[in-house]
């Protein structure tokens, strides 16, 4: 046990702690009522609002187009009435702005009115804000004088009452534009996006002469993340600051043994579980699965999946949730993407599909070769977009953070490629050969489309957790998504290359079906073939892990970029400029910003750290290694003490001067912000890591009581 002070009292404050008593059991409580009781969902609507007042908002939904103003009060006071029933005293626009978290600003529903006070709220305030928005990030696209920002409700997306120990607010998701209509947040383009895969996958459905409903896409998000006791916490400045650890030996078991993985769920962590999945459902949002992860204090949650908005509103407050509840448990929730050097790192495995009432999922695999040829269709656009994009799909997975973990041996790496699996990696490749696919294994050809094609496999067979974007069965799962990112931006690059690459299908197909005198299966096979071939290069199902799919992969010419610095170019690049201007999703000006805000969060991140490695260092570490140095002096005589000094005392020299070098790296200015980020990435990342070296080796061999930062071993394995 250590006997540095402040960590004896929170060790011995950790192995004393009383049960938990629990505040709730689900033994006595009804799901079925808890879940959703807190959402102004659509049968709320329509207990509450006139017939046809909820026939116009339905649609509304329905489509993703506005509330006319009349309609608005109308809807604005029954939510009222709703919210205050419940308790609320406050509304709130929520918005998700380009730092990628949540933003809210409260107002009271309550006003005085001569004798008291009046509960208010009308239909503009429920429509439309104007938060004072100037202090968030907007990459040049408001000047000072006009620095007004909108916040507009997305009524696809239900308002909701989020509880908290002293009060309830009602929160209305919106999305965030500036004066002129420019996006300056996540949802906007999401929203853009899904109106434009439901264009093109109706264009492409059409010629299947399908008939079907809003075509939607699905997202269903596995989030990762540690939970760490409080007390030792808070004895991290570099974790309660940047939610990362910048020092710390290796312990001396880590995840070797494998026995955290799906493992028994601690008490004191099952409980706070429990109570983050109550509040959850109490929001409408369906999580489904909870399990330990590979790493020591490691977790997963995961939803089942919704609308990709929906979603991605969903997973914002079930990150929101994680940490709050957390607290309640004397836990911290960390949800960066590599809190501790040597265990795994967390990711937000992004599932994503496309479907839709009348047509189901397009990416699940049919039950007759008719629907067969169409899922090939699908998942051809998808080879397609993600080979055409995979600088751009890199892009949206780019952070300081994230970096940390692409690439390593535990994270699928920087380079984008798409697993099928076996099965239906076997059947591409023979439309690819051919334009026709047999039977898998075996049996001779066939055309797609007729009765012999053949029923595909609906289980993915072999996972192959290496590839960062992997076929599963009825989906896509694109795994290089960073634990802590929002979902938008991910979903937002798969939806707007997977529109775009639907329309050039669709495109080929009809000029095909010309050219082939309306032989509908005979185009669909060229085109198919055609897709393939060229863009077959970015399927890839052994190892990603393997330095010979490295090398494989430059050889096929796919992109393989490292770190931030060079993927965030990617968002600028001319064909995404092209691909989101043509789709109607951003604006190059958007582009642009969001490139501009992102490569500056970039620097700013590993500056703070940076800093934050230099003061703890100095004012901690160094110190410590000194003191005992100094306490050694009496016993330099003896061997072992005269050893253990000088080994001391040579690593307190090294660490010194890596110091120095670092804060000579980060003094270093450059004339703009991409080459700031080269250099942060460069020389003042490695210059990091060396002080870190000797400051963990001296972690190594300084007496215990010396050390002031709770050890690896101490934060993970201590609740
Ligand atoms: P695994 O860990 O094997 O990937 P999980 O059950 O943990 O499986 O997670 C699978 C995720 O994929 C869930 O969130 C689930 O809702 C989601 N998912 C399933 N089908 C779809 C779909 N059609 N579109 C989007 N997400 C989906
Ligand atoms: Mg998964």
């Known amino acids: 046990m250590s006997t540095n002070p402040a960590r004896r009292n929170a060790i011995e404050a950790i192995a004393s702690q009383p049960r938990l008593q629990g505040s709730f059991d689900f033994r006595n409580e009804k799901i079925d009522l808890i879940y959703g009781q807190n959402v102004f969902s659509l049968d709320k609507m329509e207990k509450r609002l006139p017939k046809d007042v909820f026939k116009s908002l ?11 103003a009349a309609s608005a009060d109308v809807v604005a006071a029954a939510i009222k009435d709703w919210a205050l029933e419940r308790g609320a005293t406050h509304y709130a626009h929520v918005f998700y702005p380009l730092t990628g978290f949540t933003a809210e600003k409260h107002d009271t529903f309550f006003e005085p009115n001569g004798n008291g006070t009046l509960a208010q709220f009308s239909g503009k305030a429920l429509i439309q804000a104007e938060p004072d928005a100037s202090s968030f990030p907007n990459g040049g696209l408001r000047s000072t004088f006009e620095a007004r920002g909108y916040t507009a409700w997305d009524v696809t997306s239900p308002a909701y009452i989020f509880d908290t120990e002293n009060g309830s607010t009602l929160c209305i998701p919106t999305a965030f534009v500036s004066w002129k209509g420019e996006a300056l947040d996540k949802k906007t383009p999401l929203l853009r996006s899904m109106a434009a895969v439901n264009k093109a996958a109706t264009r492409v459905l059409a010629l299947f002469g399908k008939k079907h409903g809003f075509i939607s896409a699905s997202c269903g998000p596995e989030q990762e993340y540690f939970l760490i006791d409080s007390r030792l916490f808070h004895l991290r400045p570099d974790l309660y600051t940047c939610g990362r650890s910048l020092f710390g030996a290796k312990p001396a078991k880590g995840q070797e043994f494998e026995d955290q993985y799906f493992g028994t769920i601690p008490d004191r962590v099952l409980a706070c579980m429990m109570e983050t999945e109550r509040e959850c459902f109490k929001l409408g949002i ?44 004397g836990f911290v929730c960390l949800l960066a993407e590599k809190p501790f050097a040597g265990v795994n790192g967390s990711g937000k495995h992004v599932n994503w599909s496309i479907g839709g009432a009348g047509v189901g999922n397009l990416l699940e695999p049919g039950h007759n070769p008719h629907e067969n040829a169409q899922f090939l269709t699908f998942c051809s656009a998808v080879v397609r977009a993600v080979d055409l994009h995979q600088g751009l799909l890199r892009a949206s997975v780019a952070s300081a953070g994230n970096d940390h973990r692409l690439g390593a041996n535990e994270a699928p790496p920087a380079i984008i490629s798409i697993y099928l699996g076996d099965m239906l990696n076997e059947v591409i490749e023979q439309v690819k050969k051919s334009g026709s696919a047999s039977t898998s294994r075996k049996g001779g050809h066939m055309t797609l489309g007729v009765d012999t094609l053949p029923v595909l496999p609906k289980d993915a067979g072999d996972r192959n957790r290496t590839s960062p974007f992997a076929f599963t069965g009825n989906k896509f799962e694109f795994r290089a998504v960073g634990s802590a990112f929002s979902v938008a931006g991910p979903l937002t690059v798969l939806n707007t290359i997977m529109a775009d690459s639907l329309d050039k299908l669709a495109d080929e197909l009809a000029e095909e079906i010309k050219a082939k005198k309306g032989d509908f299966n005979a185009a669909l096979q060229v085109v198919l073939k055609n897709i393939l071939s060229k863009h077959g290069r970015v399927i890839f199902n052994g190892n990603g892990y393997s330095e010979e799919w490295h090398k494989e992969a430059a050889k096929r010419g796919l992109k393989n970029l490292r770190t931030t610095p060079d993927a965030l170019p990617e968002i600028v690049s001319k064909s995404s400029i092209e691909v989101f201007e043509r789709q109607g999703v951003l604006s190059k000006a958007e582009l642009e910003s969001r490139e501009e805000i992102y490569t500056h969060s970039y620097v700013l991140a590993i500056n703070t750290e940076s800093k934050l490695v230099s003061e703890i260092a100095k004012t901690l570490l160094l110190p410590a290694a000194l003191k005992y140095a100094a306490d050694l002096t009496p016993v330099e005589k003896t061997k072992s003490g005269g050893k253990l000094r000088k080994e001391v005392i040579a690593l307190a020299d090294e660490l010194a001067a890596a110091i120095d070098a670092l804060d000579a790296a980060r003094d270093v200015s450059k004339s703009d912000t991409h080459a700031q980020a080269k250099h942060s990435c460069d020389k003042v990342l490695p210059a990091m890591l060396k002080v870190r070296t000797a400051a963990d080796a001296l972690e190594e061999i300084v007496a215990d009581e010396y050390w002031p930062l709770p050890s690896y071993q101490e934060l993970l394995f201590l609740r």
Do not use: C, F, W
């Not at 339905?58 to 006319?68: C, H, M, Q, W």
């Open 58 to 68: 339905k649609a509304n939904i329905e489509s993703g187009t506005k509330l006319d």
């Open 286 to 329: 369906p999580i489904k699965t909870r399990h330990n992860e590979v790493a020591p204090a490691q977790y997963e949650v995961a939803p089942i999946y919704e609308s990709a908005n929906v979603a991605h509103d969903h997973q914002m407050l079930t990150m929101t949730l994680l940490r709050r509840v957390a607290t309640k448990h």
